[in-house]
């Protein structure tokens, strides 16, 4: 089945709209990608900052291929001084596998 990776970011409140921002920016880089079939990111609503970054992918190997490659090349930018700053003051990933699954009827 599919597995899930969360990326956990803590986002200051004057940071919020950087970060969206530059989710929409490239929101369509991921979807080409080998394997992929979900994103979300999904915003706090009260209590607390963290932002989740939900996507699903066909194995472990189509996320790696991903992360490896795309991911990793989109995040290194340009030179050190041109880089921008993170919106992020903290990341973490988690990791899971999809052990049921549930759909609307007729969908």
């Known amino acids: 089945m599919s597995v899930v990776k969360i990326n956990v970011l ?17 929101g369509h880089a991921v979807e080409g990608s080998d394997g992929f079939e979900w994103f979300e ?14 996507t699903r992918w ?6 790696r291929a991903w992360a490896d490659g795309p991911m990793r090349a989109a995040h290194q930018g340009g030179t050190e001084g041109e880089r921008p700053k993170p919106a992020a003051s903290a990341s973490t990933l988690w990791s899971f596998e999809v052990a049921q699954q549930v ?5």
């Open 41 to 54: 990111l999904l915003r706090p609503v009260e209590g607390t900052d963290t932002y989740l970054v939900y």
């Open 10 to 26: 803590t986002v200051p409140a004057e940071q919020r709209e950087t970060l969206e921002k530059r989710f929409a920016a490239r």
């Open 103 to 107: 759909t609307p009827k007729g969908a």
């Open 58 to 63: 066909r194995d472990e190997e189509s996320f």
